[in-house]
């Protein structure tokens, strides 16, 4: 059974830095979409950024340019670089993959992903 852990979370002032990881094991899938949303209090859950099994990259428009998704296939690691921070992006950030096919491009909706990690905590704040 496939299982995520995420880390990396923690307090940053605004425009600083910080790189999210999340670990996956038992993966037995042959093609996976992975990514990362987040919640803030009293929001609804957003999708921040994916990658598709042939490697596409989508970003919500909020963290373009100040976000980076990358993963390590061979290492199951999966990392979200956060360049200039900001307090709007305070939020639990979670992890989330899905079975899909080689073509698939990946969604931005959560009910899209069927294994979840349980989150780790990003404070942005002076």
């Known amino acids: 059974q496939l299982q995520l852990v995420e880390s990396g979370g923690g307090l940053v002032q605004p425009g600083g830095s910080l790189r999210l990881s999340c670990e996956f094991s038992?993966?037995?899938?042959?093609?996976?979409?992975i990514g990362w949303f987040r919640q803030a209090p009293g929001k609804e859950p957003e999708g921040v950024s994916c990658?598709?099994?042939?490697?596409?990259?989508t970003y919500a428009d909020s963290v373009k340019g100040r976000f980076t998704i990358s993963r390590d296939s061979a290492n199951h690691m999966l990392y979200l670089q956060m360049n200039n921070l900001r307090p709007e992006d305070t939020a639990v950030y979670y992890c989330?993959?899905?079975?899909?096919?080689?073509?698939?491009?990946?969604?931005?909706?959560?009910?899209?992903?069927?294994?979840w990690g349980r989150g780790t905590q990003v404070t942005v704040s002076s």
């Open positions: 038992g993966l037995t899938w042959d093609y996976y979409a």
């Open positions: 989330a993959a899905t079975r899909t096919s080689f073509e698939a491009t990946c969604s931005m909706y959560m009910n899209w992903y069927r294994t």
């Open positions: 990658i598709s099994a042939n490697e596409r990259y």
